[in-house]
């Protein structure tokens, strides 16, 4: 992990004494609720239903055990006990008092987080493959790359005040996107070409009220200029994004109103400029950043499937079944990597509460190198556990209830916290993803179906990103009540895809059979061994469609 | 006189910012140091130069410094207008200015600009802030000092942190 040095932490703790007095100012009156709204914001604290939310940053998601203990602490401390881990690998607290919040960033320094640029119409955090560092497939560790853009956003003075916010993420695996670098802003693909690091640059893509999936801009950006050509991209969109009308502000609008080569051109044109100049990287920091990124201490002894492993999986059923949904294979020969789902029936996606914070803590510490990850499925990952471990770690886990077996199953549903917490909700999204999971209970019927991405999001905004889920759901006013929309065919999986309008929405008592009856279809036309995601591909929306709305001829 | 921040410090300013309206229904000031919009500027160039006193030219957002490069060495000034803080391209307008077309006069943030602002507007290249008449300018003053630490390069020190090691 990145590990602070001197003038970090000092950045850090000057930043909580800024917000400290632009809070005391605010309360104060000194300043008004127009300007302290970006302040706040760019601290990760918005205004929502009953109170404010502050989103704590996890940059690429990753976390070391003694932050987790942090991370419950405040749960405890300021907040009803729990928190969220959201899609984009951050942390939410929903309680906290805005009094409070310059004594919680100070606590978050202590252990070197914070909450910057964690919301507002600036560079947020960068996200990556909740495998990174481990996955075999990666050309190599996408982290290193994330710290350096980390560092070039953290205050960047010339893009504080961006038309819209900005998200970009990192991506090392070939032909396939967990990264979903697809729908980003920016979208950074890592490409190994003579044997030289350089990057394929994406921008305009992104989810929200005009979904769409980015255009490459830089083909092949070598490894020296990625942090120019990123500010080159930021310039052309902070002076030509739309500022007028909020839901055009986004950087895929301007690229589509451009047109994916002239916004080409007006970038190369920045990016002449600053190429070879100061902002250029050097290999020493390249280095410096690898080092920090460094492998655990594996034990060079440890062999793929020992025999310990061999008998827990002949012995245990429930094991087995859950090694097989959520266990990973790793590049380090006799380690594994393993998914605690968070998505237990009767408990909102991606929380998590303090005890349980701690308690994951000791189990990273025990197994793991002390080193988590969060996954924008609102799960949590340990990335470097021994395999002849796994049962033991899968014992502890069952006790904590995060070893449901059902990563990437129908019942491992996205949700945003919709209407029971936010003011810009059309409808609720827990109460519809409670109950798919009680209706959809039995495991072995579950696993039978295989992978199917539900998403839910509780208006157009897509927090929940309804659009990139096998099946999507958001949730639309109708004349002032609850109804829900559903796609089909998006995909955040392989690749980055916008799903299809089913048809007209759905009144909140029909999600549940609308939903068993796409399954049923897909059960009665599966071809053996095809997805949900390939029969829809195969068979079009149309049976689908038709089979949705059935009764309602 | 009213008062500006200028070079980190709070000073007199001899300056006079008139709108394209004031300037339409007085006419121009035969002297005195004035700052007018790029469209005056633009369609009175020589009427304006030779008056007596100083000019310069306030850009609004939209208004970029490629309309004046042609024009900078003979303008001592280059005021950017924020007619409402949280609108960001006035921050890529001077960096522009500085790096771009290497000016090196003055660079006046003017608008709404306010305190928690000014460190940001520092480092792209303002060097002289004409702080919201509401506000205290004393405490204004502080905003330049909110962090001792940067990550990137900037105006004042293009070096980014990993070639200042
Ligand atoms: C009550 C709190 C929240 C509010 C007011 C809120 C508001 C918004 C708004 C207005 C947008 C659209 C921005 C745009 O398209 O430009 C957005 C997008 C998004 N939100 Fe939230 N949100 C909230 C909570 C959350 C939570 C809890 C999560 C994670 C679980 C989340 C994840 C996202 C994501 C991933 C997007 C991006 C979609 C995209 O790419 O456009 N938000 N949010
Ligand atoms: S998708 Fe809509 S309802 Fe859900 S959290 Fe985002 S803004 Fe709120």
């Not at chain 2, 700052?35 to 850009?59: H, K, Y």
Request: hydrophobic letters at 35%.
């Amino acid at each position: 992990m990145y590990v602070y040095q001197d003038y970090d932490r000092q950045l850090l703790n000057e930043r909580v004494a800024q917000f400290r007095d632009q809070t005391r100012r605010y309360l104060d009156g000194q300043l008004s609720d127009d300007e302290f709204l970006p302040l706040r914001l760019q601290n990760g604290l918005y205004i929502q239903r009953y109170a404010p939310m502050l989103r704590v940053s996890v940059p690429y998601g990753m976390l070391n055990s003694t932050q987790l203990r942090t991370l419950g602490h405040i749960a405890r401390t300021w907040d009803k006990g729990y928190a969220h881990v959201s899609t984009r690998q951050n942390i939410q607290y929903n309680w906290p008092e805005l009094e409070n919040v310059p004594d919680i960033l100070a606590e978050l320094a202590k252990v070197e987080m914070h909450a910057i640029q964690t919301s507002g119409n600036c560079i947020r955090n960068v996200t990556t493959d909740e495998f990174a560092g481990i996955n075999a497939a990666e050309v190599e560790d996408p982290r290193p790359w994330c710290e350096i853009i980390r560092q070039w956003a953290t205050f960047n003075p010339e893009f504080a005040y961006l038309p819209r916010k900005f998200k970009i993420a990192v991506n090392a695996v070939p032909n396939e996107d967990p990264a979903l670098i697809g729908v980003h802003d920016i979208g950074v693909q890592i490409v190994h070409r003579d044997g030289e690091t350089g990057f394929t640059v994406l921008a305009g893509g992104g989810l929200g009220r005009t979904p769409m999936t980015g255009e490459v801009i830089g083909e092949f950006v070598p490894w020296q200029h990625l942090l120019s050509y990123l500010e080159a991209i930021l310039r052309v969109y902070n002076k030509y994004g739309n500022r007028d009308n909020k839901y055009k502000a986004r950087i895929k609008i301007l690229v589509k109103a451009l047109g994916a080569e002239k916004f080409r051109e007006l970038t190369e044109a920045e990016f002449a400029e600053l190429k070879d100049g100061p902002i250029t990287l050097t290999a020493d920091e390249v280095d410096r950043m690898r080092g920090h990124f460094s492998e655990p201490a594996y034990d060079g002894s440890a062999t793929d499937q020992p025999a310990a492993l061999t008998e827990a999986l002949a012995s245990s059923k429930a094991f087995n079944r859950w090694y097989h949904t959520n266990v990973h294979a790793h590049r380090q020969p006799g380690y594994a990597a393993v998914t605690l789902t968070l998505k237990k029936t009767g408990r909102a996606p991606g929380d998590i509460t303090d005890t349980e914070f701690d308690a994951v803590a000791d189990l990273a510490d025990q197994y793991s190198f002390g080193e988590l990850r969060t996954t924008h499925q609102q799960n949590i990952v340990l990335g470097d556990v021994r395999q002849d471990q796994l049962f033991a770690l899968w014992e502890a886990l069952e006790v904590l209830g995060f070893a449901t077996p059902n990563l990437k199953l129908l019942t491992d549903i996205i949700a945003c916290p919709g209407g029971d917490f936010c003011s810009l909700a059309n409808a609720k999204s827990i109460p519809v993803a409670e109950a798919i999971q009680r209706h959809f209970e039995d495991m072995d019927y579950l696993h039978d179906l295989g992978p199917i991405d539900l998403n839910i999001s509780g208006c157009m905004n897509a927090c929940g990103h309804h659009h990139i889920g096998h099946i999507g759901i958001l949730g639309v006013d109708k004349k002032g009540r609850e109804y829900y929309q559903i796609t089909l065919g998006g995909r955040g999986d392989k690749t980055s895809r916008i799903g299809e309008k089913l048809g007209p929405s759905f009144e909140a008592d029909e999600v549940v059979p609308v939903i068993a009856r796409l399954v049923d279809l897909y059960v009665e036309q599966r071809q053996p061994d095809e997805l949900f995601i390939d029969t829809y591909e195969r068979l079009g929306i149309d049976p689908f469609k038709e089979r949705a709305y059935a009764s309602h001829h | 006189m009213p008062a500006i921040i200028k070079d980190g410090t709070i000073v007199d300013d001899s300056w006079q910012r008139l709108t394209a309206e004031q300037i339409e229904q007085q006419g121009l000031p035969a002297e005195g140091d004035l700052i007018v919009p790029l469209p005056v500027w633009q369609a009175q160039r020589d009427a304006i130069a030779a008056r007596a006193g100083r000019t310069a030219v306030c850009l609004e957002p939209g208004e970029e410094p490629s309309e004046i490069a042609a024009d900078l060495d003979r303008l001592p000034l280059v005021a950017i207008d924020f007619p409402a803080f949280k609108d960001g391209r006035g921050y890529s307008y001077a960096r522009e200015l500085r790096t771009r077309y290497q000016y090196t006069g003055e660079v006046r943030a003017v608008g709404d600009v306010l305190r928690d602002q000014l460190f940001y507007m520092h480092r792209v290249g303002f060097n002289a802030f004409q702080i919201r008449a509401d506000r205290d300018i004393e405490d204004a003053l502080n905003g330049l000092k909110d962090f001792s630490v940067t990550y990137q390069g900037d105006v004042n020190d293009p070096r980014p942190i990993y070639r200042r090691r």
